[in-house]
């Protein structure tokens, strides 16, 4: 079955007035000449939060979907994503998840960690594969940013939004401290970073919604490898940084690519009717203009699937 769509979740970057292409991207460019343009405006996403959002599910949904373990208690569950900060002059800056090295082991190893403070708040922690899943006995009014908005950037330095926002700014801060104080010997061995902390994110309640559909998808990013089946893919999601691991070297590009990055998105599209000039995909910024709202874009996207 064809790829009808390629997304790289992370490939556009903020240049003086526009955006530029990421490094890693930049070896494709010439597969991208004479296509037609589409702006739209759209908000920073990793990979799981994109499929998520094309199936119109809550990302925690999607999790807690793939497991019978959760308690029937449980009324509300998170996403999970662990992270490797780096600390800044003035700010803290998160290792973009395309570039943790991270596998089910592991999620299982932090699972092991902190469930015994969790269990404390009534929550639990499972690992799904590699990706992780927090439920809560009792649900909390609090909105996080996704991890697309944090992935590659800087930590927020304000409080969590929501009556329970500070409770879970807390929680946060502990997790952080017995992570500190439980490094991993096997990450160390493999001279992996430490992982610093986890960010909790895409909340919904539970009991789960009805199941929602399957779409395959073809994909590196361990965390939506582990709820997607890549077989008969018609779609591909990607960072950067593994966009050579996910196509083949002299593959051809599908018809429809999308770059994504900086709050932004450009559909790229193969036409019988080429358009005219070039993008400028180095030092140079490229200006987007005419940008269509993220509505416009996943009614796009849903026609292609």
């Keep these: ?100 090295l991270w596998s089910a082991e592991d999620a299982s190893r932090i699972a092991a960690v902190l469930n015994p403070l969790l269990a404390e708040e009534h929550m639990q922690l499972h690992a799904i594969g590699a990706a992780m899943l927090l439920t809560c006995r009792d649900p909390l009014d609090a909105w996080p940013v996704g991890f697309g908005a944090i992935s590659g950037d800087q930590l927020p330095n304000s409080p969590i939004e929501g009556e329970d926002g500070g409770r879970l700014d807390r929680l946060l801060s502990e997790l952080q401290m017995l992570l500190f104080q439980h490094p991993s010997l096997e990450r160390h061995a493999r001279n992996e970073p430490d992982i610093n902390g986890i960010w909790l994110w895409g909340g919904s309640s539970l009991p789960q919604t009805p199941a929602h559909r399957q779409l395959p998808v073809a994909t590196r990013n361990p965390f939506l490898q582990s709820v997607v089946d890549g ?64 509505v416009m874009l996943f009614n796009h996207i849903a026609g292609l699937l």
Excluded at 248 to 268: E, R, Y
Excluded at 278 to 294: F, R
């Design 1 to 100: 079955m064809a790829t009808e769509l390629l997304i790289v979740t992370d490939a556009l970057l903020k240049e003086r007035d526009g955006v530029r292409c990421h490094p890693a991207v930049l070896p494709w460019q010439d597969k991208f000449a004479g296509r037609r343009r589409q702006w739209f405006s759209c908000s920073n996403r990793n990979p799981l939060s994109w499929y998520a959002s094309i199936l119109d599910v809550p990302p925690s949904q999607l999790l807690a979907g793939c497991t019978t373990a959760i308690a029937p208690e449980a009324r509300q569950c998170w996403v999970a994503s662990p992270y490797h900060a780096q600390l800044m002059r003035d700010a803290v800056r998160v290792l973009p998840e395309g570039q943790l």
């Design 231 to 294: 077989r008969n893919a018609k779609l591909m999601i990607s960072e950067a940084s593994l966009l050579d691991l996910l196509l083949q070297p002299g593959a051809s590009m599908p018809a429809n690519l999308l770059l994504a990055g900086d709050n932004k998105a450009v559909l790229l599209t193969k036409s019988w009717w080429p358009a005219f000039g070039k993008a400028s995909w180095g030092h140079d910024a490229w200006l987007p203009d005419l940008e269509q709202d993220e």
